[in-house]
């Protein structure tokens, strides 16, 4: 059982820069694949990126390519998420997963594991 909680979540303005991190409870997170989803009210929940065991392989989401960048530090049980260049249309929930399979996955019912969500709201 893994357990995620995300942190760095609030309010800045467009252009701007915000870091989210999530913290894994237990020492099984370097075995799962981690991703970072987004949701806003009346929407499905969308994939933002995700990142293989080893860090060796990431995906994006087009919508975020070259301003977003996950990692992870497996010895301290964290995945990140940098978010630069942040636009309006970048609020929304977003939320830390984690999954049992061997691949990264842009699709979240593939994810095990999910997070409280945290909010990041983007000013005009």
């Known amino acids: 059982q893994v357990q995620l909680v995300e942190s760095g979540g609030g309010l800045v303005q467009a252009g701007g820069s915000l870091r989210l991190s999530c913290a894994a409870s237990g020492r099984t997170f370097s075995s799962k694949v981690a991703g970072w989803f987004r949701q806003t009210p009346g929407k499905e929940r969308e994939f933002v990126a995700a990142?293989?065991?080893?860090?060796?392989?990431?995906i994006y989401a087009d919508s975020v390519k070259g301003r977003f960048t996950i990692s992870r530090d497996n010895a301290k049980n964290t995945g990140y998420l940098q978010m630069n260049s942040l636009k309006p249309e970048d609020t929304a929930v977003y939320y830390c997963a984690a999954s049992n399979r061997a691949y990264v996955s842009r699709i979240s019912t593939e994810y095990n594991y999910w997070g409280q969500g945290t909010q990041v709201t983007v000013s005009a």
């Open positions: 990142i293989s065991r080893s860090s060796g392989y990431t």
